[in-house]
Nanobody, 121 residues
Framework: QVQLVESGGGLVQAGGSLRLSCAASGRTFSNYVMAWFRQAPGKQREFVTYISWSGMTKYADSVKGRFTISRDNAKNTVYLQMNSLKPEDTAVYYC???????????????WGQGTHVTVSS
């Protein structure tokens, strides 16, 4: 089992920045691909980004150039730096873990409880 706990969400004005953190515990953190998904009210959960143990990344087109994922394997933590935030980035952001390279949320084995991000216009 892997336990994931997100933090860092909040309310920010458009154009602002936030950094989310996801602390992992349980099985070996470095064995897992770590991802961020988000879910806006009334919408499906959507892929945001993932990072492999070695630092290989993939981003959704909607966040490319604005969001940066990183991980600290020594601290068992993954981060999501979000810059130039837009109102359409408003959602609950979830941290997830799996052993493959997927953008489909159904392929992820472990999930955090989510953290709310609200971007005001």
């Amino acid at each position: 089992q892997v336990q994931l706990v997100e933090s860092g969400g909040g309310l920010v004005q458009a154009g602002g920045s936030l950094r989310l953190s996801c602390a992992a515990s349980g099985r070996t953190f470095s064995n897992y691909v770590m991802a961020w998904f988000r879910q806006a009210p009334g919408k499906q959960r959507e892929f945001v980004t993932y990072i492999s143990w070695s630092g290989m990344t993939k981003y959704a087109d909607s966040v490319k150039g604005r969001f940066t994922i990183s991980r600290d394997n020594a601290k068992n933590t993954v981060y999501l730096q979000m810059n130039s935030l837009k109102p359409e980035d408003t959602a609950v952001y979830y941290c997830a873990a799996t052993r493959g390279y997927y953008i489909d949320y159904s392929q992820y084995d472990y999930w955090g409880q989510g953290t709310h991000v609200t971007v005001s216009s």
